[in-house]
């Protein structure tokens, strides 16, 4: 069965530093796609960045980057040059494998602080 | 990607009645879903809102329970029925807007209280 693991609950970061959100997934099929979502406390789910199972590089949209480590099954969320706006719950997810164009599987998320 | 609005925005409710839930998007999309949060979890599939018929729904949902509708490829909703404490949580929509794309947009969310 198809799974995400976000083993992080809380991550804490200073404003202007870097940081890394992990995630490991577990799918036996060869296409998938992973997602990366932020949710402020309004309750709204921000798309964030997306990387296909068969995409030689890894994705990049503004100060977020997807390290993808097919290999390991990783799909890590890195947030270069963190600001105050950025605290928020992070989830990754995952295109089912059942669905065309395709529902997500999520994983249990991981709350960023970011302090000035 | 897709604007996408979901009315009403929060409310509370007695239990044992029901609400809808509306979802408009502003472009024709492909693929429509309906999520549920529960309190402090992550996001649970509901069903796929299939345009012109059933629902698909998911291990655990029933349609007498949450029915949908989705009468275009603009427009869904999704009626929470004879609603308990349980049932409270936020519902999202979301869309796929077409078929060169697997990204998923989603709406504001629902925020529903049940006493």
């Known amino acids: ?116 | 990607s897709a604007v996408i609005s979901q009315k009403p925005s929060r409310d509370i409710c007695q239990r044992g009645t029901s609400l809808t839930i509306q979802c408009q998007v502003d472009s024709q999309v492909t693929m429509m879903f309906w999520y549920r949060q529960q309190p402090g979890q992550s996001l649970t599939l509901i069903a796929t809102a299939n345009q012109g018929s059933e629902a698909t729904y998911e291990s655990g949902f029933v349609i007498d329970k949450f029915p949908i509708s989705r009468p275009n490829l603009t427009f869904s909703t999704l009626t929470v029925s004879n609603m308990s404490p349980e049932d409270s949580s936020i519902y999202l929509c979301s869309v796929v807007p077409g078929p060169s794309t697997d990204t998923q947009y989603f709406g504001p969310g629902t925020r529903l209280t049940v006493l």
């Not at chain 1, 105050?84 to 997810?93: E, K, P, Q, V, W």
């Not at chain 1, 295109?95 to 302090?115: C, Y």
């Open chain 1, 1 to 116: 069965a198809q799974k995400i693991t976000q083993t992080q609950p809380g991550m804490f970061v200073q404003e202007k530093e870097a940081v890394t959100l992990d995630c490991t997934y577990d799918t036996s099929d060869p296409s998938y796609g992973l997602f990366w979502y932020k949710q402020p406390s309004s309750g709204e789910m921000i798309f964030l960045i997306y990387q296909g199972s068969y995409d030689q590089q890894n994705a990049t949209e503004g100060r977020y980057s997807l390290n993808f480590q097919k290999a390991r099954k990783s799909a890590n969320l890195v947030i270069s040059a963190s600001q105050l706006g950025d605290s928020a719950m992070y989830f990754c997810a995952m295109s089912r494998a059942d669905q065309a164009g395709t529902a997500l599987i999520f994983g249990k998320g991981t709350t960023l602080s970011v302090s000035s």
